[in-house]
Structure formats: structure tokens, C-alpha cells
């Protein structure tokens, strides 16, 4: 799987640079992902801006994923979905579950109040 990693203050911004998440990725897509809960610095923030298309299995692979992180006191989200993509999430219901904004700048937002809400808590 082919990413553009930009490592921020307190965040990483992935950008998958591939056109399909299909099913044969997911073990990929948890190893890339996961790592960085280990890292000082684990929020990230996965932009699929070219995501055209996403299969089931890659779908639940980012579900799973992104539990782990909240699990861990840590925040994903996922941004710049094309519509084709959020189509098909809000059809098959994963949608719901993902943390996703229309924008990187956004993105960044949720993660530095959820850093804010850890920090009041």
C-alpha cells in the first residue's frame, strides 16, 4: 500500500496514494495503521482523498482499526471521502461507525478537542 505520511505536533496525516482498498490489503492497512500506537505521537488522521473505491473487508479493517486507537486513549480520523466512498459506507452502515470529516483542517480540529476532552479527563 502506497502512503504519503506528514508527521504534525501531535498527529500523523496519512494519505493513501492508492485508487482501491480491496480486501486484499486489509492485513496492510492494520500493520501501516497499529504502528503508530506504539509511537509518542499516535493520533492520526488517514486521508483517502483517492480512494475511488473500498471494498467490505477494507471498510471493517478501518473500523477495527480505529477502535484500537480509541481503545488506547488515542484519536483516527478519516477525511476528504469521495462521494463514491461515503455512498458506499453509508449503504453498508460502516458510515456510522468511522470518525470522518469533509476536510484535512477539520480532521485536525476533532483530533486537537479530543486531545483537549483526554487532557479534562
Do not use: W
Not at 488515542?74 to 455512498?87: D, G, I, R, Y
Not at 460502516?94 to 483530533?111: G, I, K, Q, W
Amino acid at each position: 500500500m502506497k502512503v504519503k505520511i506528514d508527521t504534525k505536533e501531535k498527529m500523523h496525516v496519512i494519505t493513501i496514494t492508492e485508487k482501491n482498498l480491496a480486501a486484499n490489503m486489509t492485513e496492510e492497512i492494520k500493520q501501516n495503521l497499529l504502528k503508530y500506537l506504539g509511537e509518542p505521537v499516535a493520533n492520526v488522521i488517514v486521508n483517502l482523498k483517492n480512494i475511488a473505491e473500498i471494498e467490505p473487508e477494507a471498510a471493517q479493517t478501518l473500523a477495527f482499526v480505529q477502535q484500537k486507537f480509541y481503545e488506547q486513549n488515542h484519536s483516527m480520523v478519516f477525511c476528504e471521502l469521495q462521494p463514491e466512498v461515503t455512498a458506499f459506507l453509508d449503504k453498508t452502515g460502516f458510515l456510522e461507525t468511522l470518525n470522518v470529516t469533509p476536510t484535512e483542517s477539520e480532521a485536525y480540529d476533532m483530533v486537537q478537542m479530543e486531545e483537549i476532552e483526554r487532557e479534562l479527563l
